[in-house]
């Protein structure tokens, strides 16, 4: 069964330094999101992706953060420079079509910034 | 705003136990409804869902009944097993301008099941 899949399972950086988190998408799948889970709390919206451009973001989804759809497998979050507080569990999700189509998510990345 | 309210966990249950989380919400219009459960380790999946009221979504013994008048979805199972050891996730859609949806979340209830 196709699955999202994501890398790295766990991130660490320094505060301040650059980080690209990567997922790859179901194959035939046309909308990409980012969520994220600090420790504790819910599950966040980051930002939806269709079309090569963003379609919705949060207000999380600061200057800081920017995606990109690089090739036609991967789909990227990247953070310019992590802040303590950007320290949390990043979930890519995907779906078929938009509406109210199922999102399928991957396992996650752990993101630690020290 | 839109938003999601579930039972705090963690819930400790033994084998065969009945199960309830409790899941409300607020919103405007009429969302669709979902649970998502997550094992450790992996991420989240999809257990069940609801688009319009009355419905009931079920998977794997799971049910949930999308109730407008209370505003609720509270997941259920009869008999509970130690491989349901999970973190349940209840989640609204809201339908998003240039395509997708947005997926609000509760906080998610720990469920633990002893034999």
């Known amino acids: 069964e196709p699955e999202v899949t994501q890398t790295p399972s766990h991130q660490v950086t320094q505060m301040g330094q650059e980080v690209i988190l990567r997922c790859v998408p179901i194959?035939?799948?046309?909308?990409f999101y980012w969520y994220r889970q600090i420790l504790g709390q819910k599950v966040e919206f980051l930002v939806s992706f269709y079309n090569n451009e963003i379609s919705e973001k949060s207000e999380i989804f600061d200057d800081q953060f920017s995606v990109e759809r690089p090739d036609g497998s991967n789909f990227t979050l990247k953070i310019r420079s992590t802040k303590l507080e950007d320290s949390a569990m990043y979930f890519c999700?995907?779906?078929?079509?938009?509406?109210?189509?199922?999102?399928?998510f991957g396992p996650g990345t752990r993101l630690t910034v020290l | 705003g839109d938003s999601v309210t579930q039972m705090e966990g963690p819930v400790t249950l033994s084998e065969e136990a009945f199960l309830t989380i409790n899941c409300t919400y607020t919103a405007t219009g009429y969302p669709s409804l979902f649970w998502y459960v997550q094992y450790p380790g992996e991420g989240l999946q999809l257990l069940l869902k609801?688009?319009?009221?009355?419905d009931k979504g079920s998977n794997k013994g799971f049910e949930a009944t999308y109730r407008k008048e209370t505003t609720s979805f509270h997941l259920e199972k009869g008999s509970v097993q130690v491989s349901d050891s999970a973190v349940y996730f209840c989640a609204l859609i809201l339908m998003i301008t240039g395509g997708g949806n947005k997926l609000t979340f509760g906080t998610g209830t720990q469920l633990k099941v002893e034999l």
């Open positions: 609801a688009t319009k009221a009355d």
């Open positions: 194959s035939n799948h046309l909308y």
């Open positions: 999700a995907s779906s078929k079509r938009g509406v109210t189509d199922t999102q399928y």
